[in-house]
């Protein structure tokens, strides 16, 4: 007869940088982990952008959790989307595929759940401009860039060719810096003597930001060095521009002084702004958290939600202190949060306030230019790009996927080369999604309510190692 397991439960929400992390630190604790995601996949976010340009496969940016955790004999992965909390029964309430409910019981609950794009209330954009926050994105991207050159090709209409060869993008961070580099450093190098009616380095890219400068928070001498690179490889930069509205041949912006133009461009993206997913609204109705504007969850010094210290909210859907929402605050968080129930499981004193330390960022623009900012530290050109790939061959989850990346890159930097350019004819991320039956992928925009609480009687419960 089994015995029943009498550990304590821990439940973590999300496999992206803080849940692996947390469920890394907690690997032979005297518990048992559950570890919920909707794609039981760990996605290197940083690199989508390479993803969706041709650089690297989807499967050289991700890893399987159940391969990642299969040496971890107290975890155990579920595929589903959180969608609530029953905080007096102390119940994850999840979806899984194909929208039927189960709960997952709790004694400590980590969520690590990201965030999504934000449209700033627009959510009618996200179909027409696509985001860059999951491998579904990236490939979704990679159809509309290389299609439209094909479709540039075959435009006998010099107005309509040239709306195939604009690409505009919207929002001037990290995403939106690297993308319009890749897009215009493809253009020019890998596409240029592909084609016969038109020619790709004529394409237009331009970049739009509500702020004045590209990469404002690496400060104003990267970022003016982020200005100038851009504008060298042939970047249009419209900076202090909002976007006012968006349709399938090009988008309006409004201008500092209030001025409306006009931009005809058949490819928008869109890569500005992030917002809390649906399962944070339900966590702070079911604890009485505060929110911040984004939808981010306030949580206490050592990174759970004030009265409820079995519930954590970890990495870029927790705010404290104003943190950047970045990879090493989640990688930190996840690091802090996990020792912290460890060492509560083992009756020992309880940890000392999350201190985050600021290990800087990193932006890539080109081949051989990319800006980092760590500390004191600034850098930029050649010094900066080699640092870029320092950084990111080190966090890389897996020895095959920094592997992978290093070889792809030596054929890609080296020659011109971007192997990872299959894409479907079939409009990737306007199929129907597997927790959303009823609608397409596109209605994902739009806030769903939370799941109703408590589940109803009978409901099905799982539990790490039964």
């Known amino acids: 007869m089994t015995q029943p397991d009498t550990r304590s439960r821990v439940v973590i929400v999300g496999g992206g940088f803080a849940g692996i992390f947390a469920a890394r630190a ?3 604790a005297d518990c048992s982990i559950t570890l919920v995601d909707r794609s039981a996949q760990h996605v290197f976010q940083p690199l989508l952008y390479q993803c969706a340009t041709g650089i690297l496969s989807e499967g050289q940016i991700t890893a399987p959790l159940r391969h990642l955790f299969r040496d971890h004999p107290n975890l155990e992965c579920v595929e589903a989307e959180a969608a609530d909390v029953d905080v007096a029964g102390q119940r994850l309430i999840c979806r899984r595929p194909l929208g039927e409910q189960i709960s997952v019981p709790y004694d400590h609950l980590i969520i690590a759940a990201g965030v999504r794009q934000s449209y700033f209330g627009h959510d009618e954009f996200a179909l027409l401009a696509p985001g860059m926050k999951t491998v579904g994105d990236a490939l979704t991207i990679r159809r509309r860039v290389f299609g439209a050159f094909e479709m540039a090709e075959t435009a006998t209409d010099p107005v309509e060719r040239q709306r195939w060869l604009t690409f505009a993008l919207v ?19 890998t596409l ?3 084609y016969r009616q038109v020619q790709p380095e004529d394409a237009r890219v331009v970049l739009f930001d509500g702020g004045d400068a590209p990469l404002a928070a690496f400060g104003p ?3 003016r060095k982020a200005a100038e690179t851009l504008q060298d490889l042939g970047v249009e930069l419209r900076m202090g521009s909002i976007v006012t509205s968006v349709d399938k041949d090009g988008l309006l912006v409004r201008d500092q002084d209030g001025k409306e133009t006009r931009l005809d461009a058949h490819t928008v993206l869109w890569t500005a702004g992030v917002e809390a997913p649906p399962i944070a609204e339900a966590v702070a109705t079911a604890t009485g958290a505060d929110r911040d504007r984004s939808g981010r969850i306030v949580v206490q010094d050592d990174l759970t939600i004030s009265g409820h210290p079995d519930i954590s909210v970890i990495g870029d859907m927790m705010t404290l202190r104003k943190l950047p929402g970045v990879a090493e605050v989640a990688m930190q968080s996840g690091l802090y949060t ?14 000392k306030p999350f201190k985050y330390h600021d290990l800087g960022s990193a932006a890539y623009i080109s081949r051989g230019r990319a800006v980092v900012s760590a500390g004191p530290v600034r850098l930029s050109g050649l010094a900066g790009w080699f640092a870029w790939l320092f950084i990111h061959i080190a966090f890389l989850t897996g020895y095959r996927n920094r592997a992978g ?7 890609a930097f080296t020659r011109d080369i971007r192997r990872e350019r299959a894409y479907t004819t079939q409009e ?9 039956p009823t609608g397409a992928i596109g209605d994902l925009a739009a806030p769903r309510p939370p799941a109703p609480r408590p589940a109803p009687p009978g409901q099905k419960a799982r539990r790490a190692g039964t």
Do not use: C, F, M, S
């Not at 996990?338 to 940890?351: D, F």
């Not at 990737?428 to 959303?436: P, S």
């Open 26 to 28: 907690l690997r032979g």
């Open 192 to 194: 240029r003597d592909e």
């Open 338 to 351: 996990g020792h912290r129930i460890r060492r509560e499981l083992a009756g020992q004193a309880t940890a």
């Open 221 to 223: 001498r990267l970022a």
């Open 405 to 411: 990346a290093i070889l792809t890159w030596w054929v």
């Open 171 to 189: 929002g001037a961070g990290p995403t939106g810096v690297e993308l319009a580099g890749q897009i215009r450093e493809l253009a020019t190098k």
């Open 428 to 436: 990737v991320g306007h199929v129907q999604d597997i927790y959303n």
